[in-house]
T-cell receptor
Framework: KNQVEQSPQSLIILEGKNCTLQ??????????LRWYKQDTGRGPVSLTI?????NTKSNGRYTATLDADTKQSSLHITASQLSDSASYIC??????????????FGRGTSLIVHP | DAGITQSPRHKVTETGTPVTLRCHQT?????MYWYRQDPGHGLRLIHY???????DKGEVSDGYSVSRSKTEDFLLTLESATSSQTSVYFC????????????FGPGTRLLVL
C-alpha cells in the first residue's frame, strides 16, 4: 500500500528562524512529489513539484529536496515569517496505466511561527 | 485558484438526507477530483473524473456517488448522509502534461447531525 509519512506532526518556531520538515514515502511506481501549503480554512496551494530526476527545487524562501534512493524529501523554510503559519502537506504520486497518476497525501505538519 | 468554485461553502444537514455538492471550473480541465479532509487524516480521494461521464472510485468512495454531465461541473452526492461523512470536502483539478499539478477549490464544510 502506498504511504506518505510526515514529521514532525507539529512545530513551533520563532519568527526569523529556519526550519525543516520531513517526508518519507513508499509509493510505486514513483511519478512526482509535491509540497503544498494549506492555510486554515482554505484549500492546499502548491509550493514545489519534483520528478524522479530532480533533487532540489526552490520557491522563494521554500526549498524542497528529494532523495529518490532513500525515498525521502524535506522542505526547508528560510527566515520564517508569521504568514508561514500553516499546514504543510507532502504528496507523492504513482503512475497509473494510461498516463495518469494517483496521489497519496501525507497528514501534514502544522507549523506555527511566533513573533 | 484556477477558476474553481465550490457550492455550498457550508452546509448542515440531518442523518439520512441526500446532499449534493457542486464543483465548478471555468478552464475546461479534463481531470477533476473530490477529496475529504478530516483531523488525523491526510486528504483522501473519494472519486475522480477524467472526462464527461467518465468517473472512477478513489480510496473512500463508499456512500458517495458522482456525476459529470458537463466538463465544467463535477457533482458529489451523499445519497443518505451519515455522521461519519461530516468533513471538509475539497474539489481539485489537475493540469500539466502528465496532470501532475493540482489546484484545489476553497472547500465545503459539511456537518451531518
Amino acid at each position: 500500500k502506498n504511504q506518505v509519512e510526515q514529521s514532525p506532526q507539529s512545530l513551533i518556531i520563532l519568527e526569523g528562524k529556519n526550519c525543516t520538515l520531513q517526508c518519507n514515502y513508499t509509493v510505486s511506481p514513483f511519478s512526482n512529489l509535491r509540497w503544498y501549503k494549506q492555510d486554515t480554512g482554505r484549500g492546499p496551494v502548491s509550493l514545489t513539484i519534483m520528478t524522479f530526476s530532480e533533487n532540489t527545487k526552490s520557491n522563494g524562501r521554500y526549498t524542497a529536496t528529494l532523495d529518490a534512493d532513500t525515498k525521502q524529501s524535506s522542505l526547508h523554510i528560510t527566515a520564517s515569517q508569521l504568514s508561514d503559519s500553516a499546514s504543510y502537506i507532502c504528496v507523492v504520486s504513482a503512475w497509473l496505466s494510461g498516463g495518469s497518476y494517483i496521489p497519496t497525501f501525507g497528514r501534514g505538519t502544522s507549523l506555527i511561527v511566533h513573533p | 485558484d484556477a477558476g474553481i468554485t465550490q457550492s455550498p461553502r457550508h452546509k448542515v444537514t440531518e442523518t439520512g438526507t441526500p446532499v449534493t455538492l457542486r464543483c465548478h471550473q471555468t478552464e475546461n480541465h479534463r481531470y477533476m477530483y473530490w477529496y475529504r479532509q478530516d483531523p488525523g487524516h491526510g486528504l483522501r480521494l473519494i472519486h475522480y473524473s477524467y472526462g464527461v461521464k467518465d468517473t472512477d472510485k478513489g480510496e473512500v468512495s463508499d456512500g458517495y456517488s458522482v456525476s459529470r454531465s458537463k466538463t465544467e461541473d463535477f457533482l458529489l452526492t451523499l445519497e443518505s448522509a451519515t455522521s461519519s461523512q461530516t468533513s471538509v470536502y475539497f474539489c481539485a483539478i489537475s493540469v500539466g502534461q502528465g496532470q501532475e499539478t493540482q489546484y484545489f477549490g476553497p472547500g465545503t464544510r459539511l456537518l451531518v447531525l
